[in-house]
């Protein structure tokens, strides 16, 4: 299958158009994302994707030279079903695990449909209702947190990112004030600085901070990535 072309991403470098390209062959490289995204696939799970911290992290551990799976504590899969009933919701959860049993974990499974329901009471912020499970992508704490990859049914690994993947590449940690997650973005960039000294980590700038550029609920750039020889490989 030919490689869609997918538009330049917000805070694009130089070499923006190869970041795609990179990322991929970083995720087919790892043996841990791709189990888990075979695994994944077979759940049939409407629009999801594995998304955030062990992917970001991933790439910032090949891109350090650190050991693959350093700092990665669990896997994000979300997907979005219009049954916002905890029992569907459950359900899934229940046929999921035995078939992510054998893959690397923890498994963070979240409905996106849901996330409305329960998102300030745990955090504190209102939170519209999404309209499909990718918007959730533009409302992370940080950009870079905001990427996700799913594996097609023709072993394509397609990659949803919002905000571009200059910032993953750039060892970048810049806020998303769309929501109201200072306190989130401050106790991850801790953890994440700690973890990864060479970030550069910028401050929260409130509401009106203008270093993201991506309007809410924004369609994610998918580009679409034929399965290939790797050009980076990982070991642990």
């Given at each position: 299958m030919p490689t869609r072309s997918a538009e330049t991403p917000a805070h694009a470098g130089s070499d923006d158009a190869e970041h795609p390209r990179r990322l991929a062959g970083i995720?087919?490289?790892?043996?841990?994302?791709?189990?888990?995204?075979?695994?994944?696939?077979?759940l049939a799970l409407p629009q999801w994707r594995l998304v955030a911290g062990c992917l970001y992290q991933t790439?910032?551990?090949?891109?350090t030279g650190r050991p693959r799976g350093h700092g990665i504590r669990d896997y994000d899969l979300i997907y979005f079903d219009p049954d916002t009933s905890w029992e569907a919701e459950d359900a899934v959860l229940r046929r999921a695990a035995a078939i992510l049993a054998p893959c690397p974990g923890p498994v963070e499974i979240r409905n996106q449909a849901r996330v409305h329901l329960w998102f300030e009471a745990r955090?504190?912020?209102?939170?519209?209702p999404l309209p499909d499970a990718d918007a959730a992508l533009a409302r992370y704490a940080a950009?870079?947190?905001?990427?996700?990859?799913?594996?097609?049914?023709?072993d394509t690994l397609s990659i949803a990112a919002p905000f571009g993947l200059a910032d993953l590449f750039g060892l970048v940690l810049r806020p998303n004030p769309v929501l109201a997650n200072a306190q989130t973005y401050t106790a991850k960039a801790?953890?994440?600085?700690?973890?990864?000294?060479?970030?550069?980590?910028?401050p929260w700038g409130g509401a009106d901070d203008p270093s993201v550029k991506c309007a809410k609920d924004t369609p994610a750039l998918s580009t679409g990535l034929s399965p290939g020889p790797s050009p980076v490989s990982t070991s642990r």
């Open positions: 995720v087919r490289a790892d043996p841990d994302l791709m189990s888990l995204l075979k695994a994944a696939r077979s790439v910032w551990n090949v891109l955090f504190g912020a209102p939170y519209p950009a870079v947190h905001a990427v996700g990859v799913r594996l097609e049914p023709d801790a953890r994440m600085r700690a973890l990864w000294p060479e970030l550069t980590v910028l």
